[in-house]
């Protein structure tokens, strides 16, 4: 089966990803020193999707940009067309799920990038992706954020009635080439790049000063902390070791 490269793969699955976390109050101490705001990137992906490869460019393009917060999420849908990819998690594709009712979708695809949260689109076309990019704006009263020295500390603010999520994100910053010898893909080296390897939901945050204690990175690995509104809402905040 092939697709045209500006065509997305579109596949249904349904998932339940649970939901628990611990949170640790912070007891005095200063606030921390609020994170430059980062533009969140997301792309789902495959490595059994003819259309994903160009995407994966697109995403190691703006991986470079600063101010940007580039994640490739490797989904399991794809897996049936005779190419296991390597990466895919069903918790990924879960967290594309919980993405179709707050953007609008009737299903998932591949390549999706979702921008901050608010915003989805093909990621094959980085006309596309620059502009989506470009308008994604800083949110309003971003809370403060940092990640050090094997903690996240968050600032104490106002917050949305509902909370945010706090989500633990592993990555390799890496470029990484796979190999793939069945599927859409067959016959091709496929280069990745800031795969997720982990990703945990670490608890919520009302609006209480915090200091969360988390494990060092594997290595090789880099860390980033997304503040997010729940059930696939708007990324408020985002910072990286």
Not at 52 to 68: K, M, T
Not at 155 to 168: E, F, K, N, T, Y
Request: hydrophobic share 40%; glycine share 10%.
């Amino acid at each position: 089966m092939r697709r045209s490269t500006k065509r997305p793969c579109f596949g249904a699955l349904r998932l339940a990803l649970p939901a628990l976390g611990l949170i640790v109050p912070l007891l005095g101490g200063a606030a921390p020193v609020e994170a430059r705001p980062l533009t969140v990137v997301e792309l789902f992906t495959s490595q059994g999707c003819s259309s994903c490869p160009p995407a994966n460019a697109n995403l190691a393009a703006i991986s470079r940009r600063p101010g940007v917060l580039a994640l490739s999420f490797s989904v399991t849908y794809w897996d049936r067309l005779g190419w296991k990819d390597v990466f895919a998690r069903p918790d990924y594709t879960q967290r594309q799920v919980t993405y179709e009712r707050p953007l609008g979708q009737s299903g998932p695809f591949t390549p999706q990038m979702v921008v901050n949260g608010r915003a989805s689109l093909v990621g094959n076309d980085l006309a596309e992706v620059d502009a989506a990019i470009a308008g994604a704006g800083v949110p309003d009263a971003a809370p403060s954020l940092t990640v050090s020295s094997g903690h996240v500390a968050i600032g104490r603010q106002a917050s949305p009635r509902s909370g945010l999520d706090i989500w633990l994100v592993r990555y390799d910053p890496r470029q990484v080439e796979v190999p793939v010898r069945a599927g859409e893909n067959a016959g091709r080296t496929l280069p990745h790049k800031n795969v997720v390897h982990d990703l945990v939901r670490l608890g919520r945050w009302k609006g209480e000063a915090l200091d969360l204690p988390i494990a060092p990175a594997p290595a090789g690995l880099r860390t980033a902390i997304l503040l997010q509104a729940p059930d696939g809402g708007p990324i408020q905040a985002a910072a990286t070791d």
